[in-house]
């Protein structure tokens, strides 16, 4: 089809006329930049009719991609390749990726689209050496920018195919730090909050809920899921009973219910943490009673969850078996919720008055020891 009959049948698409009347006038006056811009909006818009972004490129765009800047083609160009057959995408984008091969950042978006088709073709096995190139690539760009988006989306959709929750609960939470949620749907969002949120509980190397916990998407799986976002302000405070409250909720999600005994080891490690964090470092020599009480296990089980928690860094200390006594010197950090940061905020202000109350001490004692 020559472009002046393109751009006659375009202007007749249905609320479509004065854009293309726009965009015939951009490109016979070469304004190739106002163009660029122009064309990178319309093709993010949708919905556009089956097979009309595939058109508009192969009949419009090509006739001038070479003086499109390469990152703004990749945009245009993975926005086309959603519309066209999925046996064909793939070539599309290798083809594209040729185009824009002297620009890393356009390189960098269009190799992790690809990544991303070849996950959902179940072809995994060269998927982590590209991974592995991009982080490459991605370390060289310095500051974060929206480019490192796309390398963590491909990233974490990777780890969730192999299962691998502790790496996919990482590089989720960096993904989002890439990007600007409200360009999500309320469905991505819920879906992505979902996911995470699932990792978060069952990755048996994450016991730091606060991030996930203070971020806004947290706000989209309140309205479609609200249990499971108590059940995680559940385990960020390590309370079993309210796991066992909810436990009618989350036995019906195979994945929890399938891991029941890893999930309440978890729940009852974060007792201990904020076990520990709730006390002053001067009072934290807690006899095993009452951490058993304030895990829910049997006293006889106390000691293998310290050694369990001494040897996954989260806490440090030590086990005096002769008085059934547990000596804890220090907590992992966490993200504080603002319970947690409430808690702080007393023990600061206890700590404040005991040291006041010292210094007056020493003041009243100092012509003493000057006299001594």
């Known amino acids: ?215 806004p998407l947290l706000e989209a799986l309140q309205m479609a899921c609200p249990w499971i976002v108590e059940l995680l302000r559940a385990f960020n405070r390590g309370d079993m009973n309210k796991l066992e409250q909810l436990q009618p909720q989350w036995k019906q999600q195979p994945d929890l219910a399938r891991n029941e005994v890893a999930l309440k080891q978890k729940c009852a490690l974060l007792g201990l943490m904020e076990l520990t964090f709730n006390r002053a470092s001067s009072n934290r020599s807690i006899p095993f009673a009452q951490v058993a009480e304030a895990v829910k296990l049997p006293v006889g089980e106390v000691e293998l969850l310290v050694m369990k928690a001494i040897s996954l860094n989260l806490v440090k200390g030590s086990i005096d078996e002769v008085d059934k006594v547990v000596n804890l010197t220090w907590v992992q950090p966490r993200v504080l919720d603002l319970q947690q940061i409430a808690k702080m905020n007393e023990r600061i202000q206890d700590w404040a008055a005991v040291v006041e109350e010292t210094v007056k001490d020493v003041e009243s004692q100092i012509p003493e020891l000057l006299c001594n």
């Open 1 to 215: 089809m020559a472009l002046h009959e393109f751009f006659e049948k375009a202007k007749h698409l249905p609320n479509e006329g004065n854009n293309w009347a726009s965009f015939e006038d951009l490109y016979n006056r070469k304004l190739w930049h106002q163009l660029t811009l122009a064309l990178l909006k319309y093709v993010k818009r949708g919905p556009h009719p089956p097979g009309h972004l595939s058109e508009v490129y192969n009949t419009f765009i090509s006739e001038f991609d070479h003086r499109i800047s390469p990152l703004a083609l990749a945009g245009i160009g993975l926005a086309v390749s959603d519309d066209i057959a999925v046996e064909q995408r793939i070539p599309f984008l290798n083809t594209l990726e040729t185009k824009v091969s002297n620009q890393n950042e356009a390189k960098i978006k269009i190799m992790a689209k690809v990544g991303m088709l070849r996950i959902d073709r179940g072809e995994l096995g060269e998927i982590e050496d590209l991974i592995k190139n991009l982080e490459q690539m991605v370390d060289k760009l310095g500051e974060v920018t929206p480019v490192h988006g796309s390398f963590y989306e491909l990233s974490a959709k990777f780890y969730k195919a192999k299962g691998d929750y502790n790496n996919f609960y990482r590089d989720s939470l960096r993904y989002l730090g890439c990007i600007d949620i409200n360009n999500l749907t309320s469905k991505q969002q819920q879906e992505h909050a979902f996911h995470i949120g699932l990792s978060a509980l069952l990755g048996d190397k994450v016991y730091n809920f606060g991030e996930l916990l203070a971020h």
